[in-house]
């Protein structure tokens, strides 16, 4: 309740009660610009009598009126936030430490309401540690956490320091300079999105920045006809301070190189019209097979005649034939 304005502290507590009650009408998100117009005239108009009433007390004192009831704010309808999804469990293996640490604090930061302190949100992110080293890390804070009666992590910036302590990769900038100046990052027999991909991981890791430095590397590791080709273009090539313009024509490249391929080895497995087979041996002539021939009849053989006394001789046959008379004519 505000005391009368004709005293100093009534003046005062009524100043201090209007500026805050400006100030939560600003912040107000879902309170309509008519309304709010209107209520920060009124209040305006009695700060300035009041501010003049403080300067020269002589001045007569403004009644003590209440100040206009705030605008119920205007109905809205809900916003429904996309479905998350949760980390996946972690064992400690350091070369997944940075996915991790990425998926919890991707979640935190789009879903702030489900955690009340920053505790809640480290205790959330253990759950997670279910075998591994991690699950030992786990039990070991809490092992602190009952000895000394105080959670040893008090914010998440501590818990992710020391996240980055136990499960990141130990010099990973100094392994991955090390690997951009080898050869072993090149593309070799890789497509230059898998070229790609795995070259600006690396960068990234690196924390290589400079677009000069981006070009050379990516230059060097992909294939030397890809290379040339971009290299030589007669229009249209890309600076060399300008990675994103080289991995875009490296891309178009392969993608033409591919898609060439792939034509040619249709055009070789489709014949283009009717073709004529000629075979270099003759083909086999067919047999004829005859029907077996039947067996011949076997003429029985006569036999030999028997010895016997002989036969009477007839001699007036031949006579008799020689004395017929001759009938007929010839």
Not at 317 to 327: C, D, G, I, W
């Amino acid at each position: 309740m505000l005391l009368p304005l004709d005293t100093p502290q009534g003046i005062a507590d009524a100043l201090g009660y209007l500026q805050h009650h400006l100030q939560e009408l600003t912040e107000r998100q879902h309170v309509s610009e008519n309304n709010i117009n209107t209520t920060l005239a009124a209040l305006t108009v009695q700060l300035q009598q009041l501010t003049q009433l403080v300067a020269n007390p002589s001045l007569p004192a403004v009644p003590n009126t209440p100040p206009p009831p705030a605008p119920s704010p205007a109905p809205t309808t809900r916003r429904t936030r996309p479905k998350l999804s949760a980390p996946l469990d972690f064992s400690g293996e350091r070369h997944n430490g940075r996915t991790f640490l990425n998926s919890c604090s991707l979640y935190i930061r789009l879903a702030p309401e489900q955690f009340y302190n920053e505790q809640e949100k480290i205790l959330w992110a253990l759950t997670f540690f279910k075998d591994g080293h991690a699950a030992k890390w786990s039990e070991n804070i809490f092992h602190q956490e009952a000895d000394t009666g105080i959670f040893p992590i008090p914010t998440w910036g501590d818990f992710e320091q020391q996240f980055r302590l136990h499960f990141f990769l130990v010099n990973a900038e100094a392994d991955t300079i090390n690997t951009l100046e080898e050869t072993s990052y090149h593309q070799g027999g890789q497509t230059v999105d898998d070229y790609l991909d795995n070259f600006q991981t690396l960068v990234s890791d690196a924390g290589y920045t400079d677009p000069r430095t981006l070009v050379v590397k990516f230059r060097r590791g992909l294939k030397l006809g890809i290379q040339n080709q971009i290299a030589t273009m007669p229009y249209g090539r890309p600076a060399d301070t300008d990675p994103n313009a080289w991995y875009r024509a490296a891309r178009r490249i392969d993608q033409a190189r591919l898609a060439n391929e792939a034509f040619q080895s249709v055009s070789r497995s489709t014949p283009s019209g009717p073709t004529k087979t000629i075979s270099a041996r003759p083909p086999p002539m067919s047999v004829v097979r005859l029907p077996p021939a039947l067996p011949l009849p076997v003429t029985p053989k006569p036999a030999p005649p028997t010895p016997s006394m002989g036969v009477p001789m007839d001699v007036d046959v031949t006579r008799k034939a020689r004395s017929l008379p001759l009938r007929g004519c010839y």
